[in-house]
């Protein structure tokens, strides 16, 4: 059983480009979380994807967006990239329960994005 | 709004020693909550997790007991090992008005020497 996968492992990208970032949720999971680490911090919430929509967003600026297949892969876009982008980008994966509030999420790796 | 505040590091402990890690937590109703490591060049790894009030979640060794009354979700090792060298990071999710996030700490550095 495959977990979370992401890809790319890596990138490096200069000011004000764009970065598409890819993740492949843990088999029977339909929830994709994407959290930002910045490097000797906390991972912080970026959004969440469920049924294809955007169900929950932290505090990032509209340059942050995302999108969510039918078959529960998700992407990060990021647009208009500043040097503070640079960071490790996780994706999570879990099953919403209906009726609770628990939420256990399996992490990907993380995809390493370096802003010049 | 909800927020996890854990010890700071570095920790540096000696192989066989006890490990605490302090972590307190702020939010409304009744959050999950989680204990998470990063080993170096990997990705967040679940290692225990409690649901609810009294609860203790348990690990590898590890342990931590879910405490409302203290606000609390410290986590314990009775004798570390080197491999448990990594940073730890407490986190709730759940509560009310956010049932899907996670909420982390800022992580706290462990290095354990032989």
């Known amino acids: 059983d495959a977990g979370v996968t992401q890809s790319p492992t890596h990138l490096i990208k200069t000011r004000g480009q764009q970065v598409t970032l890819r993740c492949s949720p843990k088999?029977?999971?339909?929830?994709v979380s994407w959290y930002q680490q910045a490097l000797g911090q906390g991972p912080q919430f970026i959004f969440q994807?469920?049924?294809?929509?955007?169900?929950q967003r932290g505090n990032f600026p509209d340059r942050f967006s995302g999108h969510q297949f039918p078959n529960y892969s998700s992407e990060l876009n990021v647009n208009a990239l500043l040097l503070g982008d640079s960071a490790l980008y996780l994706c999570?994966?879990?099953?919403?329960?209906?009726?609770?509030?628990?939420?256990?999420?399996?992490f990907g790796p993380g995809t390493r994005l370096t802003v010049l | 709004g909800n927020s996890v505040t854990q010890m700071e590091g570095p920790v540096t402990l000696s192989e066989e020693a006890f490990l605490t890690i302090n972590c307190t937590y702020t939010?409304?109703?009744?959050?999950?909550l989680f204990w998470y490591v990063q080993y170096p060049g990997e990705g967040l790894q679940l290692l225990l997790k409690?649901?609810?009030a009294d609860d203790k979640g348990s690990n590898k060794g590890f342990e931590a007991t879910y405490r409302k009354e203290t606000t609390s979700f410290h986590l314990e090792k009775g004798s570390v090992q080197v491999s448990d060298s990594a940073v730890y990071f407490c986190?709730?999710?759940?509560?009310?008005?956010?049932?899907?996030?996670?909420?982390w700490g800022l992580g706290t550095s462990l290095a354990v020497n032989p």
């Open positions: 939010a409304t109703g009744y959050p999950s």
């Open positions: 999570a994966s879990s099953l919403v329960p209906l009726l609770s509030s628990y939420n256990e999420q399996f």
């Open positions: 986190a709730l999710s759940g509560g009310a008005g956010n049932n899907r996030k996670l909420i």
């Open positions: 409690a649901t609810k």
């Open positions: 088999s029977g999971h339909d929830t």
């Open positions: 994807y469920y049924e294809e929509e955007e169900r």
